[in-house]
């Protein structure tokens, strides 16, 4: 039906973590059969969804900012006699300040919390019918999995996969646990099936997505999921975020040193180094526990790449706290790793706690933090330089001849390259480090080599 119908310009904007980056897609896939197809900017479309994220204060405020701009863009487009366009404002500050938002801006059409987004079609066509009417709703997770793994059109050769919503852990600087509501599973099943739907599409790498990835509690918790998925032909990368030390269990670890389709990258948040800090924060680890936890998993894979988050200015934050965290990261040595200043959200317990830590200390802490933390980035970087890694060709790059791909440890690579490898996992000889990226020459077409 999609061919008949006529062809509207759709532009989405995401906002915030990959969950957000895989929703974005399949809005793009349910609205495709309402004739709406994607472009890569506000001006001319027909719909714009921003894809909201409400996890620090910035995020929030940037999409009353982009608002703004949207509204003005739609007189400016009606002025000109072009195409009526239409907000709808999804995601997280949807689902956590939906009536605030049509307050605060009147242009928006639509406001759709995460759970909704498979209504997206009706939604937008009844708002098409009464212009106007602006609605929110909420609907069971597993009823929207369903309707929207159908949709599905993977384009690349990786892609992300939704097999947990949600958060149970009630840190108390964070707004998630409120806004993606309580920890919730998709059935093992439905996973496999929407992977292997995948894999017969030509992915050969999939994420793992969800807030707290590794409490998922389906049938054989992730470590089983991840022993399964790694049985479908074509598929050969496993990869999974972001997870809570709290469940990374042994069968997990285990899994580790076992599956090689599993890569060796774990993005493993700590948030501080400090135990008063991390107990202020209910995060129920202690630095030390966390070092044990590090120790064991690199047993089990010893050239495994650690990542993580941290945040500064914690309120109650000392310099010794943050010394503490410093001293945390050097003991545990990272491949990469997100660093925030703390930001006061309205209605968690953090917000209301005494301490609170003036911005330009938060500066000054974020600043030595991310010193040493790029300093490690590079350090591990530089480290893979003469090795031969087994590299997923994903795309061209900006140079003609050049293709970009990942290494086991997600560095981007590099290489000149025929575009029939895109797709293809090939043996590259690392030449060249930067922090963010490596390059490097064919060792050999086709062949695959254990990572
Ligand atoms: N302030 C700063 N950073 C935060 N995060 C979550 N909430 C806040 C907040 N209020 C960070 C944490 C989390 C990551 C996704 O965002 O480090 O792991
Ligand atoms: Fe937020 Fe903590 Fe849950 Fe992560 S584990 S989503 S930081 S409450």
Redo the contacts with the bound molecule.
Sequence with gaps: MSETAPRKRLYIKTYGCQMNVYDSERMADVLSPLGYGMTDSPEGADLVVLNTCHIREKATEKVYSELGKLKELRQAQAEAGGPRLGIVVAGCVAQAEGEEIMRRQPAVDLVVGPQAYHQLPELIARAHRARGERLAADFAPEEKFDALSTARRPTGVTAFLTVQEG?D???T??V??YTRGGEWSRPAEAVEAEARALAEKGVREVTLLG??VNAYAGEGGLAGLVRQLAKIPGLDRIRYT?S?PRHMDDALIAAHGEVEELMPYLHL?V?SGSDRILRAMNRAHTAESYLRLIEKIRAARPDIAISGDFIVGFPGERDADFEATLQLVREVGHAGAFSFKYSRRPGTPAAAMPGQVAEAVKDERLARLNAVLEEQQMAFNAAQAGKALPVLFEKRGRHPGQLIGRSPYLQSVHVQAPDRLIGQIVTVKIEEAARNSLAGVLASTGELEPA
């Design positions: 958060c852990k009630f840190c600087f964070c998630v646990p807030q707290n972001t809570h948040p948030q």
